[in-house]
């Protein structure tokens, strides 16, 4: 039988690597908005 503890304890690597995943997504994402800001000015002049 598992019980709650045991299982909330197997989910702690999971949500860490899920917030890491998170941040990482959000972080790609930010850097390119500004890349492609800079570049549509560059071009657009």
Same mark, same amino acid.
């Given at each position: 039988?598992?019980?709650?503890?045991?299982?909330?304890?197997?989910?702690?690597?999971?949500? !860490?690597?899920? /917030?890491?995943?998170?941040?990482?997504?959000?972080?790609?994402?930010? @850097?390119? /908005?500004?890349?492609? !800001? @800079?570049? /549509?000015?560059? !071009?657009?002049?």
């Amino acid at each position: 039988m598992v019980s709650r503890s045991d299982l909330q304890l197997e989910l702690v690597p999971i949500r !860490a690597e899920l /917030t890491l995943l998170k941040w990482m997504i959000g972080l790609s994402l930010v @850097l390119s /908005t500004g890349i492609l !800001a @800079l570049l /549509t000015r560059i !071009a657009l002049g």
